[in-house]
């Protein structure tokens, strides 16, 4: 089935740093492709989503473009923050019965930013 | 309505007994699904429903897992005769018909009730 697998954390960071964090996905047909973040004690919320290859996706300074010729959803941002510190979620979405959606998700990366 | 809400936060129970959740989606979101997540991994696919209709289940979800939907609005996951393996934060999500949300799959996620199996 369908799979996403996620650089392995947790990385730790000083603030201003450039950050990267890998995804690469299996999929037999063309997902959309998901970056989801889980801030300390919150829900997962939506960071930023793309929808066909090519296409990037970006939000609050995090940038990822769907490459299909190499299976990735990298994860970027050019200056981190102390705010930045959270659990970020790769996910692509798979179909299910009468065209529905239902997302698989990666393992997670801990991200802590230092001051 | 401002967001997914679920209920309890937190449970504590110890094993055997029976544990219920409770999530009332975002009112005009007709799609509804169940996660799992275990500490240091990713959401887990349970169950989803199309208004009042359980339309798929996951192999994980066993027989002592019930969801329903009764009224194609706020939606109930009991785990019966609870077991220490059971323990990790069930989440719940809603999303938009497809014709609204353009078929991307974007969910919408609660904040998740913790179960801790004693």
């Known amino acids: 089935g369908d799979s996403v697998t996620q650089m392995e954390g947790p990385v730790t960071l000083s603030e201003e740093a450039f950050l990267t964090i890998n995804c690469t996905y299996t999929a037999t047909g063309y997902p959309s492709l998901f970056w989801y973040v889980q801030y300390p004690g919150e829900g997962l919320q939506l960071l930023l989503k793309?929808?066909?290859?090519?296409d990037k996706g970006s939000n609050k300074g995090f940038e990822a473009t769907y490459r299909k010729e190499t299976t990735s959803f990298h994860l970027e941002k050019g200056s981190v923050q102390v705010s930045d510190s959270a659990v970020y979620f790769c996910a692509l979405s798979d179909v299910l019965i009468q065209g529905a959606q239902k997302l698989v998700f990666g393992q997670g990366t801990r991200l802590t930013i230092n001051p | 309505d401002t967001g997914v809400s679920q209920d309890p936060r937190h449970k504590i129970t110890k094993r055997g007994q029976n544990v219920t959740f409770r999530c009332d989606p975002i009112?005009?979101?007709?799609?509804l699904y169940w996660y799992r997540q275990t500490l240091g991994q990713g959401p887990e696919f349970l169950t989803y429903f199309q208004n009042e209709a359980q339309l798929e289940k996951s192999r994980l979800l066993s027989d002592r897992f019930s969801a329903e939907r009764p009224k194609g609005s706020f939606s109930t996951l009991e785990i019966q005769r609870t077991e220490q393996g059971d323990s990790a934060m069930y989440l719940c999500?809603?999303?938009?018909?497809?014709?609204?949300?353009?078929?991307?799959?974007?969910?919408?996620f609660g904040e998740g009730s913790r179960l801790t199996v004693l």
């Open positions: 999500a809603s999303t938009h018909p497809p014709a609204k949300q353009g078929n991307t799959g974007e969910l919408f």
């Open positions: 793309a929808t066909k290859a090519d």
């Open positions: 009112s005009e979101h007709n799609r």
